[in-house]
Protein backbone atom coordinates (compact mmCIF):
# COMPACT_ATOMS: atom_id res chain seq x y z
CA UNK A 1 0.00 0.00 0.00
CA UNK A 2 1.14 3.55 -0.78
CA UNK A 3 1.48 6.53 1.52
CA UNK A 4 4.81 8.45 1.75
CA UNK A 5 5.75 11.01 -0.12
CA UNK A 6 8.25 13.38 1.74
CA UNK A 7 11.02 12.02 3.90
CA UNK A 8 9.95 11.04 7.41
CA UNK A 9 11.07 9.88 10.38
CA UNK A 10 9.90 6.12 10.88
CA UNK A 11 8.24 5.44 14.46
CA UNK A 12 5.29 3.29 15.59
CA UNK A 13 3.01 5.04 14.28
CA UNK A 14 4.64 5.10 10.64
CA UNK A 15 4.40 1.40 10.79
CA UNK A 16 1.06 0.74 12.17
CA UNK A 17 -0.21 2.81 9.49
CA UNK A 18 1.07 0.53 7.04
CA UNK A 19 -0.43 -2.91 8.58
CA UNK A 20 -3.76 -0.81 9.32
CA UNK A 21 -3.91 -0.36 5.36
CA UNK A 22 -3.50 -3.95 4.92
CA UNK A 23 -6.58 -4.57 7.10
CA UNK A 24 -8.34 -1.98 5.47
CA UNK A 25 -7.73 -3.11 2.39
CA UNK A 26 -8.57 -6.53 3.14
CA UNK A 27 -11.49 -5.49 4.22
CA UNK A 28 -12.78 -4.04 1.05
CA UNK A 29 -12.39 -7.33 -0.44
CA UNK A 30 -15.25 -8.54 0.92
CA UNK A 31 -17.37 -5.73 -0.74
CA UNK A 32 -15.77 -6.23 -4.22
CA UNK A 33 -19.28 -5.59 -6.40
CA UNK A 34 -19.58 -4.14 -9.88
CA UNK A 35 -17.02 -1.92 -11.51
CA UNK A 36 -16.96 -0.60 -14.56
CA UNK A 37 -15.23 -3.58 -16.43
CA UNK A 38 -18.74 -5.00 -16.02
CA UNK A 39 -19.58 -1.94 -18.49
CA UNK A 40 -17.18 -3.49 -20.95
CA UNK A 41 -18.59 -5.89 -23.46
CA UNK A 42 -17.17 -7.75 -26.38
CA UNK A 43 -19.26 -8.71 -29.29
CA UNK A 44 -19.42 -12.73 -29.67
CA UNK A 45 -18.20 -13.91 -32.51
CA UNK A 46 -19.28 -17.71 -32.66
CA UNK A 47 -17.03 -18.86 -35.52
CA UNK A 48 -13.83 -17.55 -34.84
CA UNK A 49 -12.56 -18.68 -31.77
CA UNK A 50 -9.10 -20.28 -31.66
CA UNK A 51 -7.71 -23.52 -30.72
CA UNK A 52 -6.66 -22.88 -27.01
CA UNK A 53 -3.11 -24.74 -27.20
CA UNK A 54 -1.69 -22.30 -29.76
CA UNK A 55 -2.44 -19.34 -26.96
CA UNK A 56 0.70 -17.18 -26.56
CA UNK A 57 0.17 -15.52 -23.12
CA UNK A 58 3.13 -13.82 -23.47
CA UNK A 59 3.53 -9.99 -23.65
CA UNK A 60 5.89 -7.54 -24.88
CA UNK A 61 6.29 -4.53 -22.72
CA UNK A 62 7.61 -1.87 -25.06
CA UNK A 63 8.41 1.60 -24.28
CA UNK A 64 9.94 4.65 -24.97
CA UNK A 65 13.47 6.09 -24.52
CA UNK A 66 13.77 7.49 -20.98
CA UNK A 67 16.21 10.30 -19.40
CA UNK A 68 18.56 7.84 -18.69
CA UNK A 69 18.13 4.54 -20.77
CA UNK A 70 17.32 3.53 -24.37
CA UNK A 71 13.85 2.79 -25.79
CA UNK A 72 13.41 -0.77 -24.81
CA UNK A 73 11.06 -3.93 -24.89
CA UNK A 74 10.44 -6.08 -21.31
CA UNK A 75 8.49 -9.90 -22.26
CA UNK A 76 6.85 -11.18 -19.63
CA UNK A 77 5.31 -14.71 -19.68
CA UNK A 78 1.83 -13.51 -18.45
CA UNK A 79 -0.53 -10.52 -19.43
CA UNK A 80 -0.56 -10.23 -15.94
CA UNK A 81 1.82 -9.13 -12.72
CA UNK A 82 1.62 -8.33 -8.75
CA UNK A 83 1.50 -5.17 -7.98
CA UNK A 84 2.71 -3.12 -5.31
CA UNK A 85 1.41 -3.39 -1.94
CA UNK A 86 2.96 -3.39 1.04
CA UNK A 87 6.81 -3.55 3.46
CA UNK A 88 8.35 -2.24 6.03
CA UNK A 89 7.00 -3.92 9.31
CA UNK A 90 7.31 -7.60 10.59
CA UNK A 91 3.69 -8.35 9.25
CA UNK A 92 4.16 -6.98 5.15
CA UNK A 93 7.98 -8.80 4.92
CA UNK A 94 6.05 -12.08 6.08
CA UNK A 95 3.63 -10.80 3.35
CA UNK A 96 6.13 -9.47 1.00
CA UNK A 97 7.85 -13.11 1.61
CA UNK A 98 4.99 -15.19 0.61
CA UNK A 99 4.16 -12.78 -2.81
CA UNK A 100 7.92 -13.05 -4.11
CA UNK A 101 7.86 -17.26 -3.67
CA UNK A 102 4.47 -17.22 -5.31
CA UNK A 103 5.97 -14.82 -8.32
CA UNK A 104 9.29 -16.79 -8.48
CA UNK A 105 7.40 -20.67 -9.07
CA UNK A 106 4.79 -18.92 -10.96
CA UNK A 107 6.97 -16.06 -13.42
CA UNK A 108 5.09 -13.24 -12.65
CA UNK A 109 6.89 -9.86 -12.05
CA UNK A 110 6.32 -8.06 -8.69
CA UNK A 111 6.20 -4.91 -7.83
CA UNK A 112 6.22 -3.83 -3.97
CA UNK A 113 4.85 -1.22 -1.79
CA UNK A 114 6.40 1.97 -0.98
CA UNK A 115 10.10 1.63 0.05
CA UNK A 116 10.51 5.30 1.24
CA UNK A 117 10.44 3.93 4.85
CA UNK A 118 13.09 1.58 4.69
CA UNK A 119 15.09 4.59 2.55
CA UNK A 120 14.23 6.49 6.08
CA UNK A 121 15.05 3.57 8.78
CA UNK A 122 17.52 0.38 7.39
CA UNK A 123 15.78 -1.91 9.88
CA UNK A 124 12.92 -1.51 7.74
CA UNK A 125 14.49 -2.48 4.83
CA UNK A 126 14.70 -6.60 5.51
CA UNK A 127 10.65 -5.85 3.95
CA UNK A 128 11.46 -4.91 0.59
CA UNK A 129 15.02 -7.07 0.46
CA UNK A 130 13.19 -10.54 1.25
CA UNK A 131 11.54 -9.69 -2.21
CA UNK A 132 14.61 -10.15 -3.94
CA UNK A 133 16.19 -12.58 -1.35
CA UNK A 134 13.12 -15.18 -2.12
CA UNK A 135 12.64 -14.59 -6.32
CA UNK A 136 16.11 -13.81 -7.10
CA UNK A 137 16.39 -14.54 -11.08
CA UNK A 138 12.58 -12.50 -11.62
CA UNK A 139 11.29 -9.16 -12.78
CA UNK A 140 10.94 -6.64 -9.53
CA UNK A 141 9.59 -3.33 -9.58
CA UNK A 142 10.75 -1.10 -6.93
CA UNK A 143 8.21 1.68 -5.83
CA UNK A 144 8.79 5.53 -4.26
CA UNK A 145 6.07 8.24 -4.01
CA UNK A 146 6.39 11.52 -5.92
CA UNK A 147 8.06 14.12 -4.18
CA UNK A 148 11.13 12.22 -2.47
CA UNK A 149 14.58 13.19 -3.22
CA UNK A 150 16.45 12.19 -6.51
CA UNK A 151 18.80 10.42 -4.91
CA UNK A 152 16.35 8.00 -3.60
CA UNK A 153 15.81 6.74 -7.25
CA UNK A 154 19.30 4.36 -7.42
CA UNK A 155 19.02 3.68 -3.77
CA UNK A 156 15.60 2.35 -4.16
CA UNK A 157 16.53 0.70 -6.85
CA UNK A 158 19.48 -0.95 -4.86
CA UNK A 159 17.93 -2.31 -2.16
CA UNK A 160 15.63 -4.58 -4.56
CA UNK A 161 18.20 -4.87 -7.66
CA UNK A 162 15.31 -3.62 -9.28
CA UNK A 163 14.51 -4.17 -13.15
CA UNK A 164 11.87 -0.62 -12.78
CA UNK A 165 11.00 1.56 -10.34
CA UNK A 166 7.30 2.57 -10.25
CA UNK A 167 6.89 5.67 -9.01
CA UNK A 168 3.56 6.44 -7.23
CA UNK A 169 1.31 9.47 -7.23
CA UNK A 170 -1.53 9.38 -4.89
CA UNK A 171 -3.01 13.48 -4.65
CA UNK A 172 -6.29 11.87 -3.60
CA UNK A 173 -5.33 9.58 -1.04
CA UNK A 174 -2.79 12.56 0.25
CA UNK A 175 -5.87 14.69 0.69
CA UNK A 176 -7.94 12.46 2.79
CA UNK A 177 -5.03 10.81 4.87
CA UNK A 178 -4.70 12.96 8.33
CA UNK A 179 -0.72 13.29 8.04
CA UNK A 180 -1.07 13.56 3.76
CA UNK A 181 0.28 16.69 1.75
CA UNK A 182 -1.27 19.42 -0.04
CA UNK A 183 0.98 20.52 -2.04
CA UNK A 184 1.01 19.14 -5.32
CA UNK A 185 2.85 21.95 -7.67
CA UNK A 186 5.84 20.13 -7.81
CA UNK A 187 5.18 16.84 -8.71
CA UNK A 188 5.68 16.82 -12.71
CA UNK A 189 9.04 18.15 -12.04
CA UNK A 190 9.32 15.80 -9.27
CA UNK A 191 8.75 12.75 -11.50
CA UNK A 192 11.13 14.13 -14.16
CA UNK A 193 13.62 13.91 -11.36
CA UNK A 194 13.36 10.61 -10.10
CA UNK A 195 13.11 9.27 -13.93
CA UNK A 196 16.32 11.48 -14.66
CA UNK A 197 18.22 9.88 -11.56
CA UNK A 198 17.03 6.38 -11.88
CA UNK A 199 19.23 3.47 -13.22
CA UNK A 200 16.28 2.05 -14.53
CA UNK A 201 13.43 2.82 -16.65
CA UNK A 202 10.33 4.30 -14.49
CA UNK A 203 6.65 3.60 -14.62
CA UNK A 204 4.23 5.87 -13.07
CA UNK A 205 1.71 4.55 -11.54
CA UNK A 206 -1.86 5.98 -10.32
CA UNK A 207 -2.92 4.44 -6.68
CA UNK A 208 -6.78 4.49 -8.00
CA UNK A 209 -8.36 7.43 -9.25
CA UNK A 210 -6.61 7.08 -13.29
CA UNK A 211 -4.17 9.00 -15.24
CA UNK A 212 -6.42 11.42 -17.27
CA UNK A 213 -5.47 12.23 -21.06
CA UNK A 214 -3.62 15.18 -19.81
CA UNK A 215 -1.58 13.56 -17.60
CA UNK A 216 -0.47 11.05 -20.12
CA UNK A 217 0.03 13.74 -22.15
CA UNK A 218 2.62 15.37 -19.70
CA UNK A 219 4.54 12.36 -19.08
CA UNK A 220 5.25 11.66 -22.07
CA UNK A 221 6.37 15.09 -22.62
CA UNK A 222 9.16 14.60 -19.54
CA UNK A 223 10.25 11.34 -21.20
CA UNK A 224 8.04 8.95 -18.91
CA UNK A 225 7.97 5.92 -21.18
CA UNK A 226 5.66 3.84 -19.04
CA UNK A 227 2.55 4.16 -17.26
CA UNK A 228 0.39 2.14 -15.09
CA UNK A 229 -3.40 4.08 -15.26
CA UNK A 230 -4.39 2.66 -11.83
CA UNK A 231 -8.04 3.17 -12.54
CA UNK A 232 -10.67 3.53 -9.70
CA UNK A 233 -12.43 0.70 -8.99
CA UNK A 234 -10.31 -1.65 -6.94
CA UNK A 235 -8.39 -0.94 -3.41
CA UNK A 236 -10.01 2.30 -2.08
CA UNK A 237 -7.27 4.62 -1.03
CA UNK A 238 -9.79 7.56 -0.37
CA UNK A 239 -11.78 5.24 1.67
CA UNK A 240 -8.90 3.72 3.54
CA UNK A 241 -7.74 7.16 4.83
CA UNK A 242 -11.51 7.88 5.38
CA UNK A 243 -11.79 5.13 7.81
CA UNK A 244 -8.87 6.61 9.65
CA UNK A 245 -10.25 9.95 10.33
CA UNK A 246 -12.91 10.18 13.26
CA UNK A 247 -15.84 11.90 11.30
CA UNK A 248 -15.00 10.12 8.46
CA UNK A 249 -14.49 13.91 6.31
CA UNK A 250 -13.95 13.27 3.18
CA UNK A 251 -16.49 10.66 2.24
CA UNK A 252 -17.75 13.85 -0.09
CA UNK A 253 -15.12 12.19 -2.49
CA UNK A 254 -16.61 8.89 -3.11
CA UNK A 255 -15.85 7.86 -6.68
CA UNK A 256 -13.50 10.10 -7.67
CA UNK A 257 -11.40 9.14 -10.74
CA UNK A 258 -11.88 7.58 -13.55
CA UNK A 259 -11.63 3.68 -13.70
CA UNK A 260 -8.62 2.03 -15.82
CA UNK A 261 -10.79 0.96 -18.76
CA UNK A 262 -11.62 4.92 -18.56
CA UNK A 263 -8.47 5.88 -18.68
CA UNK A 264 -6.99 3.36 -21.54
CA UNK A 265 -9.90 3.76 -23.56
CA UNK A 266 -9.40 7.87 -23.41
CA UNK A 267 -5.67 7.59 -23.90
CA UNK A 268 -3.76 9.95 -26.41
CA UNK A 269 -1.86 9.34 -29.12
CA UNK A 270 1.68 9.23 -28.41
CA UNK A 271 0.81 7.97 -24.53
CA UNK A 272 3.62 6.08 -22.81
CA UNK A 273 2.87 2.38 -22.58
CA UNK A 274 0.47 1.56 -20.87
CA UNK A 275 -0.36 -1.00 -17.83
CA UNK A 276 -3.66 -1.11 -16.31
CA UNK A 277 -4.55 -1.80 -12.69
CA UNK A 278 -7.51 -1.02 -10.24
CA UNK A 279 -10.17 -3.19 -9.79
CA UNK A 280 -9.00 -6.50 -11.43
CA UNK A 281 -10.97 -9.13 -9.74
CA UNK A 282 -10.82 -11.75 -12.45
CA UNK A 283 -8.80 -13.26 -15.56
CA UNK A 284 -12.00 -11.72 -17.62
CA UNK A 285 -10.47 -8.20 -16.28
CA UNK A 286 -7.52 -8.69 -17.35
CA UNK A 287 -8.37 -9.74 -20.87
CA UNK A 288 -10.49 -6.38 -20.82
CA UNK A 289 -8.01 -4.43 -19.97
CA UNK A 290 -5.78 -6.15 -22.61
CA UNK A 291 -8.22 -5.16 -25.52
CA UNK A 292 -8.43 -1.60 -24.44
CA UNK A 293 -4.71 -1.19 -24.75
CA UNK A 294 -3.26 -2.11 -22.02
CA UNK A 295 0.01 -4.02 -22.28
CA UNK A 296 0.23 -5.74 -19.09
CA UNK A 297 -1.99 -5.29 -16.14
CA UNK A 298 -1.65 -5.49 -12.48
CA UNK A 299 -3.20 -7.35 -9.50
CA UNK A 300 -3.25 -6.52 -5.86
CA UNK A 301 -6.49 -7.09 -3.87
CA UNK A 302 -7.22 -10.54 -5.23
CA UNK A 303 -3.74 -11.67 -4.94
CA UNK A 304 -3.28 -10.29 -1.20
CA UNK A 305 -6.25 -12.05 -0.27
CA UNK A 306 -4.61 -15.22 -1.34
CA UNK A 307 -2.14 -14.78 0.36
CA UNK A 308 -3.76 -14.30 3.63
CA UNK A 309 -4.04 -11.38 6.53
CA UNK A 310 -0.38 -11.69 8.26
CA UNK A 311 1.43 -14.06 5.22
CA UNK A 312 1.63 -17.04 7.24
CA UNK A 313 3.42 -20.07 5.74
CA UNK A 314 1.23 -21.93 3.16
CA UNK A 315 0.22 -17.87 1.25
CA UNK A 316 2.54 -18.79 -1.85
CA UNK A 317 1.03 -22.34 -1.89
CA UNK A 318 -2.80 -20.52 -2.25
CA UNK A 319 -0.99 -17.81 -4.39
CA UNK A 320 0.35 -20.30 -6.96
CA UNK A 321 -3.02 -22.34 -7.27
CA UNK A 322 -4.96 -19.14 -8.10
CA UNK A 323 -2.29 -17.43 -10.59
CA UNK A 324 -2.29 -20.90 -12.05
CA UNK A 325 -5.98 -20.96 -12.41
CA UNK A 326 -5.81 -17.43 -13.59
CA UNK A 327 -3.45 -18.73 -16.38
CA UNK A 328 -5.40 -21.36 -17.69
CA UNK A 329 -8.60 -19.24 -17.46
CA UNK A 330 -7.12 -16.25 -19.56
CA UNK A 331 -5.69 -18.69 -22.04
CA UNK A 332 -9.24 -20.14 -22.39
CA UNK A 333 -11.09 -16.77 -22.59
CA UNK A 334 -8.53 -15.70 -25.59
CA UNK A 335 -9.13 -18.79 -27.43
CA UNK A 336 -12.80 -18.17 -26.79
CA UNK A 337 -12.25 -14.35 -28.15
CA UNK A 338 -9.98 -15.89 -31.02
CA UNK A 339 -6.59 -14.20 -29.81
CA UNK A 340 -3.75 -16.58 -30.05
CA UNK A 341 -1.76 -13.33 -28.82
CA UNK A 342 -2.24 -9.90 -26.90
CA UNK A 343 -2.44 -8.30 -29.83
CA UNK A 344 -5.21 -10.09 -31.54
CA UNK A 345 -7.16 -8.69 -28.81
CA UNK A 346 -7.22 -5.33 -30.23
CA UNK A 347 -9.14 -6.25 -33.28
CA UNK A 348 -12.25 -7.28 -31.17
CA UNK A 349 -15.37 -5.46 -30.99
CA UNK A 350 -16.25 -3.99 -27.62
CA UNK A 351 -19.50 -2.62 -26.48
CA UNK A 352 -19.63 -0.05 -23.82
CA UNK A 353 -21.82 0.71 -21.42
CA UNK A 354 -23.22 2.69 -18.32
CA UNK A 355 -20.91 5.10 -16.95
CA UNK A 356 -17.96 3.99 -19.13
CA UNK A 357 -19.73 4.57 -21.83
CA UNK A 358 -21.24 7.71 -20.57
CA UNK A 359 -17.38 8.85 -20.01
CA UNK A 360 -16.24 7.83 -23.07
CA UNK A 361 -18.84 9.50 -25.03
CA UNK A 362 -18.28 12.64 -23.41
CA UNK A 363 -14.59 13.01 -23.92
CA UNK A 364 -15.16 12.52 -27.54
CA UNK A 365 -14.35 8.67 -27.68
CA UNK A 366 -15.55 6.12 -31.02
CA UNK A 367 -17.62 4.24 -29.97
CA UNK A 368 -18.80 2.76 -33.23
CA UNK A 369 -15.20 2.55 -34.16
CA UNK A 370 -14.94 0.33 -31.01
CA UNK A 371 -17.97 -1.61 -31.82
CA UNK A 372 -16.54 -2.06 -35.19
CA UNK A 373 -12.50 -3.00 -34.77
CA UNK A 374 -12.87 -6.08 -36.36
CA UNK A 375 -13.57 -4.87 -39.92
CA UNK A 376 -10.71 -2.00 -39.52
CA UNK A 377 -8.19 -2.99 -41.89
CA UNK A 378 -5.13 -4.89 -39.13
CA UNK A 379 -1.94 -2.98 -39.31
Known sequence: MHSETAPQAIDGSRAARKD???DLALGQQGDA???????????HQALDGVDAERVDLGVG???????????????WETPFYVNGMTGGTERTTRINRELAIAARETGLP???????????????????????????????????GVGRP?????????????????????????????????????????????????????????????????ALRHLSEIGVGIADVGGRGGTDFLKIENARRPAGEYAMLAG??????ACLLDAPQGAPALLASGGVRSPFDVVKAL???????????????????NGEPGGAERLIALVNDWKLRTRA???????????????????????????????????????????????
Not at 118 to 130: H, I, M, Q, T, Y
Not at 335 to 348: C, E, F, I, K, V
Open 333 to 379: VYALLGAATRDDLLATDLILRGRLREFCADRGVDLSALALRSEAPRP
Open 33 to 43: GRNEFDDLDFV
Open 150 to 214: ASDAPRAVELLGANALQVHVNAVQETAMPEGSRDFSSWIASIEQLAAASPVPVIVKEVGFGLSRS
Open 110 to 144: MACGSVSVALDEPDAARGFSVIRDENPDGFVMANL
Open 20 to 22: EHV
Open 61 to 75: IAFGAGPQHAAGRWR
Open 291 to 309: AAGAQAVGVAGAFLAAIGR
Open 256 to 261: FGQSAL
